[in-house]
């Protein structure tokens, strides 16, 4: 187990790398005139099934009124379209249209470039970044990403 201070120093170094490279995320956001909850809603969503607001509040941890906006906003843009829940009409689903798709797939190919910072490291420290990344990954899945 590692100690608190180590991790708190990595962690420390990791968020300051992200925030150092966020005008590039920033700039994929502003051309296509979306936020960052807007990018987080586009990539909870599919255009299959479709989702209610209330589960995407609880999933982002967001007052219903705000994902409510967030979601009109999204809908305004022709990205999202909400629908009849097949088993309750009462009950509204929120899924992405082609348009939503297309959005959320550029984007999130953009966001997935990796910066020069990281092109830059050698095929070991790669390696070493891909465990360490692929380790994370599979304990937030198993947790289910909540803290």
């Known amino acids: 187990m590692t100690s608190p201070d180590s991790a708190a120093a990595v ?3 990791m968020f300051d790398f992200f925030m150092h490279s966020a005008p590039e995320r920033t700039e994929s956001l502003r051309k296509r005139g979306l936020t960052p909850n807007d990018a987080r809603a586009l990539s909870s969503l599919d255009d299959s099934q479709g989702r209610p607001i209330g589960e ?5 941890k967001s007052d219903p009124s705000n994902t409510t906006w967030v979601i009109d906003r999204l809908e ?4 999202v379209e909400r ?7 009462r009950v509204k689903l929120v899924a992405l249209t082609a348009k ?3 959005t959320r ?5 953009e966001f997935r470039r990796p910066p020069r910072e990281i092109t830059m490291l050698d095929a070991d420290d790669l390696g070493a970044m891909e465990r360490i990344f692929t380790k994370i990954g599979a304990a937030t ?7």
């Open 11 to 13: 962690w420390r170094l």
């Open 56 to 60: 995407l509040a609880r999933q982002w």
């Open 76 to 79: 305004k843009a022709g990205l």
């Open 83 to 89: 629908r009849a829940a097949p088993d309750d009409r």
């Open 100 to 102: 939503g798709r297309r």
């Open 105 to 109: 797939d550029e984007l999130m190919a």
């Open 141 to 147: 899945t198993a947790g289910g990403g909540e803290r």
